[in-house]
T-cell receptor
Framework: DAGVTQSPTHLIKTRGQQVTLRCSPK?????VSWYQQALGQGPQFIFQ???????QRGNFPDRFSGHQFPNYSSELNVNALLLGDSALYLC????????????FGPGTRLTVL | RKEVEQDPGPFNVPEGATVAFNCTYS??????FFWYRQDCRKEPKLLMS???SGNEDGRFTAQLNRASQYISLLIRDSKLSDSATYLC????????????FGTGTKLQVIP
């Protein structure tokens, strides 16, 4: 039973570039949430996707956008990268939008130079 | 005031010790609460949910105090393998999973 997978594992970009991160949820899960975790901080909620729609959003600018596909996988896009976007980006999946138990993927470590 | 606050630590304790972490939250309407464990440079993993009546899982006990708006995690007989960062998580009312993580408390169990 595959858990949550994310790609790529590491990424280096320069300021102003755009990046796309990918997530496949755990088998049987239909809800995907994205988090940003800066060094020494707890994960910060970016947004959540359920039924291919963004259902909730945290305090992140419009430069952060996402998508969910019919197979429940998801993408996180960040435009006009800033140095401060350097962080670990975590994807978490769950079964149903009311289910609170989330399973996290290993994350994508993004470095912006 | 932050939505969820934790003492960042680090807590350095000897093997076999009992250690407790608290986590306070500001939204009195919060509905569900969790403790996650995160090892260095790894993803968070669910340790346990926190129920109103308190709950225990082996050496770990979690409690919720709604009146004072805090949750706690007690670890008995600490093991070296318990060394990690412990994140408390609060889920507001409404059902959607806009969970809020604390910044985490770092625990280092010393031989």
């Amino acid at each position: 039973d595959a858990g949550v997978t994310q790609s790529p594992t590491h990424l280096i970009k320069t300021r102003g570039q755009q990046v796309t991160l990918r997530c496949s949820p755990k088998s049987g899960h239909d809800t995907v949430s994205w988090y940003q975790q800066a060094l020494g901080q707890g994960p910060q909620f970016i947004f959540q996707y359920y039924e291919e729609e963004e259902r909730q959003r945290g305090n992140f600018p419009d430069r952060f956008s996402g998508h969910q596909f019919p197979n429940y996988s998801s993408e996180l896009n960040v435009n006009a990268l800033l140095l401060g976007d350097s962080a670990l980006y975590l994807c978490a999946s769950s079964s149903g939008w009311r289910n609170n138990e989330q399973f996290f993927g290993p994350g994508t470590r993004l470095t912006v130079l | 005031r932050k939505e969820v606050e934790q003492d960042p630590g680090p807590f350095n304790v000897p093997e076999g010790a009992t250690v407790a972490f608290n986590c306070t939250y500001s939204n009195s309407a919060s509905q569900s609460f969790f403790w996650y464990r995160q090892d260095c440079r790894k993803e968070p993993k669910l340790l346990m949910s926190v129920y109103s009546s308190g709950n225990e899982d082996g050496r770990f006990t979690a409690q919720l105090n709604r009146a004072s708006q805090y949750i706690s995690l007690l670890i008995r007989d600490s093991k070296l393998s318990d060394s990690a960062t412990y994140l408390c998580v609060v889920n507001p009312a409404g059902g959607y999973q806009k969970v809020t993580f604390g910044t985490g408390t770092k625990l280092q169990v010393i031989p």
